[in-house]
């Protein structure tokens, strides 16, 4: 980033930090890592995400062309989903990512009980 426009509505960086801003995301992404999964088993290995949510976020990644959708003509109908190499590039980041939370994580925590903690008594 080199001028002080960086951050405008329409600037690339604010479409990566779009991206990776809603939690499920991220998640979804590194969910697919090793390869393409049904929703079903997405879910399982997610955990704490409904299907609704899931779902949304599916058509969400793919619309930024960073998920591909895989279906089925078979009865039951089935559907994969997949990184694109698009999407494959997002790893790293969001590895690096896991990583700093990894790290720093007990201090973020503690920042937050601290802000949450008893009101200071009045003077």
């Known amino acids: 980033m080199t001028t002080n426009d960086d951050l405008l509505a329409d600037c690339r960086a604010r479409l ?31 955990g704490g995400i409904s299907p609704k949510i899931l779902t949304e976020t599916l058509r969400r990644l793919e619309y930024n ?3 591909s959708r895989q279906p089925y003509a078979e009865s039951p109908p089935r559907v994969e989903y997949e990184l694109t190499a698009l999407g494959r590039t997002l790893l790293g980041p969001i590895e690096t990512f896991g990583a700093w939370a990894f790290d720093h994580g007990d201090e973020v925590m503690a920042a937050q009980e601290r802000a949450d903690g008893p009101p200071a008594p009045a003077p």
């Open 16 to 46: 990566a930090f779009d991206l990776l801003a809603n939690t499920w995301n991220a998640v979804a992404l590194w969910a697919l890592r090793h390869g393409p999964r049904r929703p079903g088993e997405l879910r399982a290995l997610i």
């Open 65 to 67: 062309g960073l998920v």
